[in-house]
């Protein structure tokens, strides 16, 4: 009986003792975790942005920058945002977005400038963007405030202006800016801005080459910028353009008179030798003209000699005489 009771003692002390370093365990990790994370997840708490203390310690051995994700959670706690649903913007989707290698607090300042400027971008749209490595943030205040691009651009192109000849042949040189706006939901897989310089350029040559004089276009220049505007230049495209503005239209050479001159001349010169041909085929009909006469000489000179050979032949068979006249 002594022994089952000291046995049993024995047991209730060890489970005791186990309780109670479980709990010695459990107040050093709390500990350690409030010595570590505490500040972080204070912050969190008093800006009601809701980052347990778990989730600080799973950061650290996630190899999470913790203050990363408080930081942008309280952004967007502060900013009205949702970070309490399913779809909103929890602890876990900064933490994934982190992971995959995207600047979350870019991601965060765009979504917050959207939502000030009534822009509809969501934190799964925005990370997408980032992580197809596109501006995000420069896409939003793109979006915001639209921005200007030189066509052609002379940091890409190295030319200052684009080169149109209208069909009273003057060449015409034209400097465009084009205002344009981000189009968020064509922003991944949409053409950059090299195709829409491209466009542009291309339509504002076909336009002018359609006028009929250079002077129309000079009298008029918004003519040109209003028709390659409609002709929906942006489609499928990370941008919507806004206006396309004639900045400087110049001069240039009279094409078509330089090659009417050409022409001219080529004809000039077709004609000298066709007239060289001529002569050359009339001095050698002359040559030929001459060796026949001088043929013609030498068969009458032979037939001369045969006079003379007839002559002696009549007289030596009797055949020469006087002619009678009975």
């Known amino acids: ?65 913790a203050s990363i994700i408080v930081n942008a959670k309280i952004m967007a706690a502060q900013s009205g945002l949702d970070i309490t649903s399913r779809n909103g913007i929890t602890t876990q989707r900064l933490e994934a977005h982190y992971l995959a290698g995207g600047n979350v607090m870019k991601v ?15 934190f799964d749209r925005a990370a997408a963007i980032d992580l197809a490595g596109r501006d995000v943030q420069d896409a939003v205040s793109t979006s915001v405030h639209p921005k200007v691009i030189d066509c052609p651009d002379p940091k890409r192109s190295g030319k200052a202006t684009l080169s149109a000849i209208a069909k009273d042949g003057v060449e015409l040189r034209v400097r465009t800016r084009v205002t344009v706006r981000t189009n968020l939901e064509q922003l991944i897989g949409g053409a950059t801005e090299e195709t829409i310089i491209a466009r542009v350029g291309e339509s504002i040559i076909s336009s002018i080459g359609s006028c009929e004089s250079h002077q129309s276009v000079l009298a008029n220049p918004d003519v040109i910028s209003r028709t390659v505007l409609r002709r929906g230049l942006d489609a499928q495209t990370a941008f919507q353009i806004v206006s396309i503005d004639i900045a400087d239209i110049d001069v240039g050479d009279n094409i078509g008179a330089r090659l009417r001159a050409d022409q001219a001349e080529a004809d000039v010169r077709v004609a000298r030798a066709f007239a060289e041909s001529r002569r050359a085929e009339a001095i050698a009909t002359e040559q030929e003209n001459r060796a026949n006469v001088a043929e013609n000489r030498a068969s009458l000179v032979l037939a001369e000699a045969e006079v003379p050979k007839a002559m002696a032949l009549a007289i030596k068979r009797g055949n020469f005489g006087a002619v009678d006249r009975n």
């Open 108 to 122: 965060m300042q765009a979504i917050i400038a959207a939502h000030r400027a009534n822009i509809d971008l969501d």
């Open 1 to 65: 009986m002594d022994h089952l009771l000291v046995a049993q003692l024995t047991t209730t002390t060890i489970v005791w003792w186990v309780i109670i370093g479980f709990l010695l365990l459990l107040a050093a990790f709390t500990f350690i975790s409030f010595a570590a994370f505490g500040a972080l997840w204070v912050q969190a708490f008093a800006a009601s942005a809701r980052v347990s203390m778990v989730s600080l310690v799973g950061m650290y051995f996630r190899q999470v920058k």
